[in-house]
């Protein structure tokens, strides 16, 4: 079994920037794969970003544009979420989960991670 935390979210005006943080549980986050998903009111969860295990593949979803930046560090165990620019539409609570799928494939589903945390609420207000 695998704990998530997530922290870093909070409140911030239209154009500002938030970094996420995620911390493992297990040294074996190490040959994992992470992503974020976010979930705003009433709609599904969606796919924000992944990073394979060595952080040489990283995928994003299409609205991110060039504005957020996953990074992880294994020494801490920990998969970072840098978000600038902010708009309202952002808006969520923001999850990290991890992948035990092997290889450093494009994972953008919920379903195919088996781990996550318990997720942290972003707001970007007008």
């Known amino acids: 079994q695998v704990q998530l935390v997530e922290s870093g979210g909070g409140t911030v005006q239209a154009g500002g920037s938030l970094r996420l943080s995620c911390t493992a549980s297990r040294r074996t986050f190490s040959s994992y794969a992470m992503g974020w998903f976010r979930q705003a009111p009433d709609k599904e969860r969606e796919f924000v970003a992944q990073?394979?295990?060595?952080?040489?593949?990283?995928y994003y979803g299409d609205f991110v544009k060039g504005r957020f930046a996953i990074s992880r560090d294994n020494a801490k165990s920990t998969v970072y979420l840098q978000m600038n620019n902010l708009k309202p539409e952002d808006t969520a609570v923001y999850y990290c989960?991890?992948?035990?799928?092997?290889?450093?494939?494009?994972?953008?589903?919920?379903?195919?991670?088996?781990?996550w945390g318990q997720g942290t609420q972003v707001t970007v207000s007008l």
């Open positions: 990073i394979s295990w060595n952080g040489g593949n990283i």
């Open positions: 989960a991890a992948t035990t799928k092997g290889g450093d494939f494009y994972y953008p589903n919920a379903y195919e991670y088996d781990y």
